[in-house]
């Protein structure tokens, strides 16, 4: 259900979905859904909210999810002690935070910045898009902005010199 409500974004190039199961089929399946962008678009997560808003996820069903996990291609700066990324093509800036799962993330995201390395991508976890989908789905749809700026870094790339 939710593989199919990624695949009808305009943004999403459908055969870059791939849905990965964790384990054998059961009632309840965990798994991954991986998905990237038509080339010459960037994901709208505001789209993708939409969309399985409109699905029967956003009614009374257990389904859930850990995490959205994003990468993003672009450029960190720093701007008032903080760490931005200004995702490439968009306009759409986002500022980075730390991920509590990641033991060091941002601070080797810090450090890199500091030595001049030209970070390239940062993967990172959407603040928010955790638990069950009529939890995630609501509480999406009353974020300030500020809060849909914001990304907790898990990992980054930088450009080899």
Do not use: C
Not at 101 to 107: E, F, I, P, R, T
Not at 121 to 148: C, I, S, Y
Request: hydrophobic share 35%; glycine share 8%.
């Amino acid at each position: 259900m939710a593989r199919d409500a990624i695949a009808r974004q305009y943004d999403v190039d459908a055969d870059s979905i791939i849905l990965q199961p964790l384990e054998p089929k059961v009632s309840y399946q965990r798994g991954t859904i991986e998905f990237a962008p038509k080339k010459g678009r960037s994901i709208d997560l505001d789209k993708i909210h939409e969309s399985i808003t409109a699905t029967r996820l956003s009614g009374n069903t257990s389904m859930s999810m850990d995490y959205l996990e994003i990468t993003a291609k672009g450029e960190v700066i720093e701007r008032d002690k903080e760490l931005v990324l200004k995702v490439s093509g968009t306009g759409q800036e986002l500022v980075l935070g730390e991920e509590p799962s990641v033991k060091d993330g941002l601070q080797r995201l810090r450090e890199a910045v500091a030595r001049g390395d030209k970070v390239s991508t940062v993967t990172g976890r959407v603040p928010g898009w955790t638990g069950g989908f009529p939890r995630v789905l609501a509480a999406w749809a009353k974020a300030p902005d500020a809060q849909k700026r914001k990304l907790a870094v898990v990992d980054f790339e930088v450009e080899k010199k």
